[in-house]
């Protein structure tokens, strides 16, 4: 079995910062592209980030220049450092990872349940 722990949401005022970060755990043996996602009510599940094993990323243009997401491929955690916070970032924040796990070198699409992430004005 493969989870995905997700942590560092909270409040915080607009203009500030949070990290989140990402925890993958189990047999794991290879994991792929990893990806911060998210969705507030009434909106659809929408890519903020993704990276790939090697460290290539693309951001959604909403975020561009104020979230950066990394990863340390040794601790099996990926990152998203959201700076400059704005009113319209309020979410659930979800991470994905490609994840080859057991005995099978096939790759499998997780996800973690989410943390919240709310921006007062």
């Known amino acids: 079995q493969v989870h995905l722990v997700e942590s560092g949401g909270g409040l915080v005022q607009a203009g500030g910062s949070l990290r989140l970060s990402c925890e993958v755990s189990?047999?794991?043996?290879?994991?792929?592209?990893m990806g911060w996602y998210r969705q507030a009510p009434g909106n659809e599940r929408e890519l903020v980030a993704d990276i790939t094993s090697y460290g290539s990323t693309r951001y959604a243009d909403s975020v561009k220049g104020r979230f950066t997401i990394s990863r340390d491929n040794a601790k099996n955690t990926m990152y998203l450092q959201m700076n400059s916070l704005k009113t319209e970032d309020p979410a659930l924040y979800y991470c994905?990872?490609?994840?080859?796990?057991?005995?099978?070198?096939?790759?499998?699409?997780?996800w973690g349940q989410g943390t919240q992430v709310t921006v007062s004005s």
């Open positions: 994905n990872a490609n994840v080859a796990s057991g005995l099978r070198w096939s790759y499998t699409p997780y």
């Open positions: 189990g047999r794991i043996l290879s994991i792929n592209g």
